[in-house]
């Protein structure tokens, strides 16, 4: 049973446009949440992550926003460039430490010139 | 710096064999990782050390084993390799296993076992 359900394979966006990538969880005891980027060949590189205690954490260009209500997440990319294309994850911890992390299966963001 | 370092990148098995993935990081980071991503799915925690000279079980540990040689290097060995275990594996590195510490990850070997 997906517990981080990213219901997107893939999302294409118009450069200069904002990208909005989706999560959803299942789990009502995640409360911390991380989103990874991964170009093909390469590990994932941490992206940006957001605790429970608030509902918005911004950095530079990536915004991420938690409605726990909804148990939803969702990352913003504006504007978009070439470079963000992607693979994105999104993970949620529930406590505990890093071998805690389930993560979703990806969305690809591709970025149309 | 290199990072997180990963051999080999490609390996392809019988059904049988046996392996060893080697894992080397230069961050000086207590604690690694190593994961498993299958086609369409999301990472899975195979095994991880905390520091040197502990090892404990992720989420899905049938089928390996691990060995955290020192402070630098984690290895993963698939004794005898199956079908099912054919995936990109990934090692990752961080300073503790504190959640909000970053994982910094190794590009991946890519695995095919027939």
């Known amino acids: 049973d997906q517990q981080v359900k990213q219901n997107s394979p893939s999302l294409s966006v118009q450069e200069g446009r904002i990208s909005i990538l989706n999560c959803d969880y299942t789990n009502s005891m995640f409360d911390y949440f991380l989103w990874y980027k991964k170009y093909p060949a390469e590990g994932p590189t941490f992206l940006i992550s957001?605790?429970?205690?608030?509902d918005k954490n911004e950095d530079g260009r990536f915004t991420v926003f938690l409605n726990k209500s909804a148990k939803h997440l969702s990352l913003h990319i504006v504007p978009s460039q070439p470079g963000d294309s992607a693979v994105y994850f999104c993970?949620?911890?529930?406590?505990?430490?890093?071998?805690?992390?389930?993560f979703g299966k990806g969305t690809h963001l591709i970025i149309q010139p | 710096n290199a990072g997180v370092t990963q051999t080999p990148k490609f390996q392809v098995l019988k059904t049988g064999q046996s392996m060893t993935l080697q894992c080397a990081q230069d961050m000086n980071h207590n604690s690694m990782y190593w994961y498993r991503q299958d086609p369409g799915m999301g990472l899975r925690l195979i095994y991880y050390?905390?520091?040197?000279?502990?090892?404990d079980k992720g989420e899905v540990p049938n089928g390996y084993n691990v060995s955290r040689l020192n402070k630098r290097e984690f290895s993963l060995r698939l004794e005898s390799a199956a079908p099912s275990q054919t995936s990109v594996y990934f090692c990752?590195?961080?300073?503790?296993?504190?959640?909000?510490?970053?994982?910094?990850f190794g590009p991946g070997t890519r695995l095919t076992v027939l």
């Open positions: 993970a949620a911890s529930a406590g505990g430490g890093a071998d805690g992390l389930t």
């Open positions: 990752a590195s961080s300073f503790s296993t504190s959640r909000t510490d970053t994982q910094y």
């Open positions: 957001i605790s429970s205690i608030k």
């Open positions: 050390s905390a520091s040197e000279g502990t090892t």
